[in-house]
C-alpha cells in the first residue's frame, strides 16, 4: 500500500457542470476525511467518515457538495453546479479509529472552475 | 475564528542552523498538535506530533515543544537543509471529539538557503 491516492489530478471544469472526485483510502484506515484547501490558507475540513458512515459536516459543506464511502473503502466527493468559488485543492485523509493517531493525505486534486 | 495561528507567513534560515517555527491556538480543548510540511502541488506530509501530556517530542532533526499554559508550540529543525523548504503547517485536534478532525493554521514558508 503505497499511501492515500487521489484522482484525479487537476479537474478543469466550466461553471455550472458537476464533477466528481475519488480517494482510495490507505486500507487498513478505518477514518476518512475531506478537506479543502484555497490560496494562502490552512486545509479546511469538510467531512468525515467512519467505515461508510458519514458522521461529521463542515458548514463550509453547501448542499451542492455530497460526499459517499460505499463499503467504507474508496470515497468520493461530487460538487454539483460548481461555481468559481469552488476553486481550490481538495485534499483527503486517512487514519486509524483511536485517538491522537496522524492523518496521511493524498496528493490533491486542484480544481478550477472556469 | 481563527483557533490556531501562524503569525509568521515566511522565515529564512542559513543552511546548518537552526529553524523556529511558531504556532498558537485558542482553543483549550485542543490536546494533540501535529506538524506537516507542504511542498507545492502536494498533499501536507505528516512530520511530528505532540500530546498535550507531553512538552516535548523529539524524531530526528524535527523537535517540538508544547507550552499550554502559553496555548503555544514549535517546531525546531536542526540542522536546517535546503531540502526543508517548503510550507510548514501546525495542526490541532481535540480529544473527545470522536473525529480526529484537524484545525489547521495559515502555514509558514520556510526557505533555507544554501
Known amino acids: 500500500d503505497t499511501g492515500v491516492s487521489q484522482d484525479p489530478r487537476h479537474k478543469i471544469t466550466k461553471r455550472g457542470q458537476n464533477v466528481t472526485f475519488r480517494c482510495d483510502p490507505i486500507?487498513?484506515?478505518?477514518?476518512l476525511y475531506w478537506y479543502r484547501q484555497t490560496l494562502g490558507q490552512g486545509p479546511e475540513f469538510l467531512t468525515y467518515?467512519?467505515?461508510?458512515?458519514?458522521?461529521?459536516k463542515s458548514r463550509l459543506l453547501s448542499d451542492r457538495f455530497s460526499a459517499e464511502r460505499p463499503k467504507g473503502s474508496f470515497s468520493t466527493l461530487e460538487i454539483q453546479r460548481t461555481e468559481q468559488g469552488d476553486s481550490a485543492m481538495y485534499l483527503c485523509?486517512?487514519?486509524?479509529?483511536?485517538?491522537?493517531?496522524?492523518?496521511?493525505f493524498g496528493q490533491g486534486t486542484r480544481l478550477t472552475v472556469v | 475564528d481563527q483557533q490556531v495561528k501562524q503569525n509568521s507567513p515566511s522565515l529564512s534560515v542559513q543552511e546548518g542552523r537552526i529553524s523556529i517555527l511558531n504556532c498558537d491556538y485558542t482553543?483549550?480543548?485542543?490536546?494533540?498538535f501535529l506538524w506537516y510540511k507542504k511542498y507545492p502541488a502536494e498533499g501536507p506530509t505528516f512530520l511530528i506530533s505532540?500530546?498535550?501530556?507531553?512538552d516535548k517530542n523529539e524524531d530526528g532533526r524535527f523537535t517540538v515543544f508544547l507550552n499550554k499554559s502559553a496555548k503555544h508550540l514549535s517546531l525546531h529543525i536542526v540542522p536546517s537543509q535546503p531540502g526543508d523548504s517548503a510550507v510548514y503547517f501546525c495542526?490541532?485536534?481535540?480529544?473527545?471529539?470522536?473525529?480526529?478532525?484537524?484545525?489547521f493554521g495559515t502555514g509558514t514558508l520556510l526557505a533555507v538557503q544554501p
Open positions: 486500507s487498513e484506515h478505518n477514518r
Open positions: 482553543n483549550s480543548m485542543f490536546d494533540y
Open positions: 467518515f467512519q467505515n461508510e458512515a458519514q458522521l461529521e
Open positions: 495542526a490541532a485536534s481535540a480529544y473527545g471529539g470522536a473525529t480526529n478532525k484537524l484545525i
Open positions: 485523509a486517512s487514519s486509524y479509529m483511536q485517538s491522537n493517531t496522524e492523518a496521511f
Open positions: 505532540i500530546s498535550s501530556i507531553k
